[in-house]
């Protein structure tokens, strides 16, 4: 008896290809995942975006990601067919439990000060600043390069001249 499994497929079509031609991409990877009685559950396209590295002397690709189901069993029929795929640079596919969120749709809770009596806030009450280490003070007054640079020449005649 199969049973199906959850995936994602991960892919960079080349940064090269018409825009026009990223979703008869994506159609012929998702019509070849439903040839082989696969469901696919959701697209996400993340959009384009500069390599980390030159992937055969492309700079930039475009990142799509599927998740579907299918039998384990044909995964390796599709992993030759993304090989074969010319206009895809890379790809990964991975096993994906179903109850797993997504990363970008998860919130990352706000910085809060550490509560009264935590080790952070006392040894912070034990460190002093000494009077050197004050906050610079802003400037004020715009000066003239010119003035800049007469300062400039008067401190490296003093310093030559000692």
Same mark, same amino acid.
């Given at each position: 008896?199969?049973?199906?499994?959850? /995936?994602?497929?991960?892919?960079?079509?080349?940064?090269?290809?018409?825009?026009?031609?990223?979703?008869?991409? #994506?159609? $012929?990877?998702?019509?070849?995942?439903?040839?082989?009685?696969?469901? %696919?559950?959701?697209?996400?396209?993340?959009?384009? *975006?500069?390599? #980390? /590295?030159?992937?055969?002397?492309? $700079?930039?690709?475009?990142?799509? #990601?599927?998740?579907? &189901?299918?039998?384990?069993? +044909? %995964?390796?029929?599709?992993? !030759?067919?993304?090989?074969?795929? !010319?206009?895809?640079?890379?790809?990964?596919?991975? &096993?994906?439990? &179903? &109850?797993?969120?997504?990363?970008?749709?998860? !919130?990352?809770?706000?910085?809060?000060?550490?509560? *009264? =009596? #935590?080790?952070? !806030?006392?040894?912070?009450?034990?460190?002093?600043?000494?009077?050197?280490?004050?906050?610079?003070? +802003?400037? *004020? +007054?715009?000066?003239?390069? =010119? +003035?800049?640079?007469? *300062?400039?020449?008067?401190?490296?005649? =003093?310093?030559?001249?000692?």
């Amino acid at each position: 008896m199969n049973k199906n499994t959850h /995936y994602e497929l991960t892919f960079i079509i080349d940064g090269n290809i018409l825009e026009t031609e990223h979703q008869s991409i #994506s159609d $012929n990877l998702k019509g070849l995942i439903e040839k082989k009685q696969g469901k %696919i559950i959701s697209e996400d396209i993340v959009g384009r *975006k500069k390599l #980390s /590295y030159p992937i055969k002397k492309v $700079n930039k690709g475009v990142f799509i #990601s599927l998740e579907f &189901n299918i039998d384990a069993s +044909e %995964i390796k029929n599709i992993d !030759k067919e993304l090989k074969l795929n !010319k206009n895809i640079l890379r790809f990964l596919i991975t &096993n994906k439990p &179903n &109850n797993i969120e997504k990363p970008r749709e998860t !919130k990352i809770k706000e910085e809060t000060a550490p509560p *009264k =009596n #935590s080790p952070i !806030k006392e040894s912070a009450k034990k460190i002093k600043k000494s009077p050197t280490e004050e906050a610079p003070k +802003e400037i *004020k +007054e715009k000066t003239d390069i =010119n +003035e800049l640079d007469k *300062k400039l020449d008067e401190i490296l005649n =003093n310093e030559l001249l000692d």
